[in-house]
């Protein structure tokens, strides 16, 4: 697995990669994701993560094949957070693999702060993915919030930090169930 810096020769793949990511989502928000004339979503902040310093792009390889991306941002919900999760997407063909999760950590590890991974209410597999990444990660979730509306958000919120001394501790055993966030 390798994860890469976006830069302007990447803009092509990321805007592919984006658009099977926002098919995915238009399953769980039918109402909100329609297409173009040109049968395109389309992703307003594309451009904006070229050109902005505070948003990072980063395309995930597996064996040299592209497959999926992270966008980071600091646009958070709270005043007392460093980093959002704007999106994160590994394609299906990827999945269950423990590759979501090994991209996830080393993302965490190059942003040292408080972080914010928001997950839409209807996406259960996503919350269970994000609690259980967090904290095989972490072991210190520092908060988990179901909002109704917060700054352009409705869904689960896990607020969490990270530093230069954080491991991954993926050697625990099954995460099974949320008792551990209480």
């Known amino acids: 697995m390798e994860i890469v810096p ?3 020769e990447h803009k092509l793949l990321l805007e592919n990669l984006l658009e099977l990511y926002m098919y995915e989502l238009s399953a769980l928000h039918p109402e909100g994701f329609t297409v173009d004339s040109t049968g395109r ?19 995930v390889y597996q064996s040299d094949e592209p497959c999926g991306f992270v966008l980071v941002n600091n646009d958070c919900r709270f005043d007392n957070s460093d980093f959002w999760m704007a999106e994160f997407f590994i394609m299906r063909k990827f999945q269950r693999r423990g590759l979501g999760t090994e991209v996830a950590h080393e993302i965490f590890r190059k942003f040292n702060g408080n972080w914010e991974v928001g997950v839409a209410y209807t996406a259960i597999g996503e919350q269970d993915f994000w609690r259980k990444c967090i904290y095989r990660f972490t072991e210190s979730f520092t908060e988990e919030q179901t909002t109704k509306e917060h700054h352009n958000w409705r869904g689960v919120i ?25």
Do not use: C, M, V
């Open 6 to 8: 976006a830069t302007l």
């Open 158 to 182: 896990f607020r969490f930090r990270t530093d230069s001394t954080a491991t991954e501790h993926s050697n625990r055993a099954d995460l099974a169930g949320t008792a551990y966030l209480q």
């Open 41 to 59: 979503f389309g992703y307003k902040y594309t451009p904006l993560y070229f050109t902005e310093p505070h948003r990072h792009a980063f395309i």
